[in-house]
Nanobody, 115 residues
Framework: QVQLVESGGGLVQPGGSLRLSCVAS????????MGWYRQAPGKQRELVAT???????TYTDSVKGRFTISRDNAKNTLYLQMNSLNPEDTAVYYC?????????WGQGTQVTVSS
């Protein structure tokens, strides 16, 4: 088991940046895949980015070149650096840990992009 706590969301103007953090309650070194998902109002939750234990990353097309996922195994923390934000990025962002094909979720952090 693992508990995940996200932080770093907020209100930002279009073109701005935010960095999300997700702190895990246990070592993430052994968690092979972690990721960020998001859910906008009235829409299904979608995968944003994933990162493996060895640093392999994937991104959904809409965030490629703007978002960067990273992990600090020593700090048990997952990050999502978000640049060039636009209103379509507005959503609740969730941290995810895939442990033996069981998905653990954080409570989510709200990101609102608006002028």
């Amino acid at each position: 088991q693992v508990q995940l706590v996200e932080s770093g969301g907020g209100l930002v103007q279009p073109g701005g940046s935010l960095r999300l953090s997700c702190v895990a309650s246990r070592s993430i070194f052994v968690i092979y895949t972690m990721g960020w998902y998001r859910q906008a109002p009235g829409k299904q939750r979608e995968l944003v980015a994933t990162i493996t234990r060895v640093g392999g990353t994937t991104y959904t097309d809409s965030v490629k070149g703007r978002f960067t996922i990273s992990r600090d195994n020593a700090k048990n923390t997952l990050y999502l650096q978000m640049n060039s934000l636009n209103p379509e990025d507005t959503a609740v962002y969730y941290c995810n840990a895939d442990i033996n094909d069981y998905h653990y979720w954080g409570q989510g952090t709200q990101v609102t992009v608006s002028s």
